[in-house]
């Protein structure tokens, strides 16, 4: 496996191509040894950021890889995944590091308008999945805003 281009508008693509890179760390450093035209080798610090986000990111990889890679409908499953991903941001606010912190409040922004828009559609899914139902649906409202579960719980 080769090293992947970052696609600025997906952050499945940055996951992927910070896993890439991690992987080639040592190449990398063996690189800036034999080329000394090799300018641009990471620093341990950058190196620990990088693997910092690239966790940070593995979720979106994952719930893109179930929506795209799907040949089924699975539509019962995504709200899960999306929920997931929601939650996953809110714990991420307040990280430790302030990159991490960064990266949040426009990736929340955008993320709030799809939840928004989607989540209704999504939750239903989950209602008519015979292993799921309502219980499910109340666990995760509850889980994201305890004072407004009920409402869409019963608007569902």
Not at 9 to 17: A, F, G, P, V
Not at 52 to 64: D, G, R, S, W, Y
Not at 73 to 88: C, D
Request: with cysteine; net charge negative.
């Amino acid at each position: 496996a080769g090293l992947v281009l970052d696609v600025t508008t997906r952050w499945n693509s940055t996951h992927l191509m910070l896993s890439r890179a991690i992987k080639f760390k040592d190449v990398f450093r063996n690189l800036a040894e034999v080329e000394k035209s090799y300018k641009t080798l990471p620093s341990d610090l950058e190196w620990e950021r990088g693997e910092l986000i690239c966790q940070f990111l593995q979720p979106f990889a994952e719930i893109t890889k179930l929506i795209s890679g799907s040949s089924y409908s699975t539509a019962n499953l995504y709200f899960m995944q999306v929920w997931n991903i929601k939650m996953w941001l809110r714990d991420h606010e307040d990280s430790d590091d302030h990159i991490i912190r960064e990266m949040v409040e426009p990736m929340q922004e955008k993320f709030d308008k799809y939840w928004e828009e989607f989540s209704d559609i999504l939750a239903i899914a989950v209602v008519l999945d015979p292993r799921l139902k309502l219980p499910t649906l109340e666990f995760c409202y509850t889980a994201l805003e305890p004072s407004s579960s009920k409402f869409h719980v019963s608007h569902i």
